[in-house]
């Protein structure tokens, strides 16, 4: 199984990007979904928003009302649709997920992150 990141990059304070994590190789389903992100020069992944099967949602109190996590199961796609950045918002975001495999093993997976520099 692998996960790919995509959509960061460099915008300015109040503006809005949205990241994308795309799913492949031998997946019978996705439970829960997370989105992480790490800023630079320390060790700790913060959790920013996640997504349990049944569509339940939670966010990080310093993303609650800006940032909106969704998932297209049929695609194996997870999103985070991100507006009114701020420059603390800056890091690199990864993508998690709790995949079950084709032979029904579960297991948790990493994107390689995409950077997202907020300038002021």
């Known amino acids: 199984v692998q996960l790919q990141a995509s959509g960061g990059g460099l915008v300015q304070a109040g503006g809005s990007l949205r990241l994308s994590c795309a799913a492949s190789g031998s997946i019978f389903s996705i439970a829960s979904v997370y989105w992480y992100r790490q800023t630079p020069g320390t060790k700790q992944r913060e959790m920013v928003a996640?997504?349990?099967?049944?569509?339940?949602?939670n966010y990080a109190d310093s993303v609650k009302g800006r940032f909106t996590i969704s998932r297209d199961n049929a695609k194996n796609m997870l999103y985070l649709q991100m507006n009114s950045l701020k420059p603390e918002d800056t890091a690199v975001y990864y993508c998690?997920?709790?995949?079950?495999?084709?032979?029904?093993?579960?297991?948790?997976?990493w994107g390689q992150g995409t950077l997202v520099t907020v300038s002021s």
């Open positions: 996640g997504m349990t099967t049944d569509g339940i949602t």
């Open positions: 998690n997920e709790v995949v079950f495999t084709a032979q029904l093993r579960p297991g948790a997976y």
